[in-house]
């Protein structure tokens, strides 16, 4: 039972966005203190969430709650259980921007420990294509969107004619993508008056075509993709290439000073990972308690070592977090997940060392 108040809250309220809920049928009958008369005030869809509340409402109190409250108390419990759901969907509900922001962070980290450690491409001056990739897809989808999954940046090969520039290609959310030339426009103009150099080709890929040049680890083999694109290995891949001459911009030799001077963030990379810090200050607090509640304290406390377990635990708690943003992202690679395709890469006749990896 709930006050009349509540129902009509519960009217306009969508208790949860899983489409799955429309695939299962919760029985009435089941249901110890679901008020059938009301039934006729809501559409179906909102009634299936009453439905839910009450089938949630039941299974999280004792069977026999009517016995142990009076009538007045079990609305009021009730009432206190929906409040509480209200809550938690107004906490969670900037979740998704949080998570945006920890892949965007996680990512530039992940590019100062390349930056340090990687590549470098050249047109008359030596660039940094991670630093690159960075820039055009954060102008590119603040203008357009998610139109682009994906940027992989690479210079020119032998066998080219033009003036030295980037090649710049763009893995597509869509093949029906309708401002591709607009696009291509803009990634020039960037390119032009950031980094000082042209591109004189830039291809747009169907949807996931350069999933195929991305390690488990996260990492781009670009110069295979540049070989394929000049040997013409790709197939059907590409869905427009926006080719154009040469830009007028001011070269100058020696490093790019966008590239370079910019101030990188601390570098993520498993060879320099700190469960302890990268859990306090890298994982978003409000993520910190939900994640930690999972966290068994009786047993920590019994435990003969309780710092090696506390580690493992809190390694488990990073890497759930880690497989959570890839839910949200497909394209996020975490840091655990690394290490593991790294080592299982090293290991791999080793059976126990697999499992003993897979395990954590």
């Known amino acids: 039972m709930l006050d009349s108040e509540t129902f009509q809250t519960m009217k306009h309220t969508s208790i949860s966005e899983n489409k799955l809920l429309q695939e299962i049928k919760i029985q009435e009958t089941t249901l110890q203190y679901l008020q059938s008369e009301y039934k006729v005030e809501f559409s179906d869809e909102e009634w299936e969430h009453i439905c839910l509340f009450e089938h949630h409402f039941q299974t999280e ?9 009076g009538l007045d ?20 509900s900037n979740f998704a921007n949080t998570s945006r922001k920890t892949i965007s962070r996680r990512k530039n980290r992940h590019i100062s420990w390349e ?12 660039h940094n294509p991670l630093i690159i990739e960075q820039h055009v897809y954060e102008y590119i989808t603040s203008i357009y969107g998610d139109d682009i999954q994906r940027v992989v940046c690479v210079d020119c ?8 520039g980037i ?8 093949p029906d993508c309708r401002f ?6 803009s990634a020039r103009r960037l390119l032009a008056n950031k980094h000082s150099c042209s591109s004189p080709s830039v ?21 295979h993709l540049r070989d394929d694109v000049t040997h013409g290995k790709i197939g059907e891949n590409i869905v427009w290439n926006s080719t154009a001459p040469a830009d007028d911009v001011d070269i100058l030799e020696g490093e790019c000073v966008s590239c370079f001077s910019e101030v990188l963030p601390k570098p993520l990379h498993w060879e320099c990972f700190n469960i302890s810090e990268e859990w306090n200050l890298d994982v978003p607090l409000t993520m910190q308690i939900i994640l930690e509640s999972f966290i068994n304290r009786n047993s920590i406390r019994k435990s003969n070592a309780s710092n090696e377990l506390l580690d493992t635990k809190y390694k488990a708690l990073y890497s759930t977090y880690d497989r959570l943003l890839n839910v949200f992202n497909k394209n996020h690679i975490g840091i655990i997940q690394e290490r593991n395709t790294t ?15 897979t395990s954590h």
Request: charged share 25%; aromatic share 12%.
């Open 73 to 92: 108390e079990l609305i009021t419990k009730k009432n206190s259980f929906w409040d509480y759901i209200r809550k938690l969907k107004d906490i969670i």
């Open 157 to 164: 090969s032998e066998i080219c004619q033009h003036t030295k």
């Open 61 to 69: 109190n004792t069977t026999d709650v009517s016995d142990a409250f």
């Open 343 to 357: 080592e299982l890469s090293m290991h791999y006749t080793s059976v126990s060392t697999v499992f003993g990896i």
């Open 115 to 126: 930056s340090q450690n990687g590549v470098h491409v050249w047109t008359d001056k030596v």
């Open 203 to 223: 291809l747009f890929w169907k949807p996931d075509s350069t999933t195929q040049y991305v390690d488990k680890s996260g990492n781009i083999a670009r110069f």
């Open 167 to 174: 090649h710049v290609h763009f893995d597509l959310a869509s």
């Open 180 to 185: 591709m030339e607009e696009i291509a426009s």
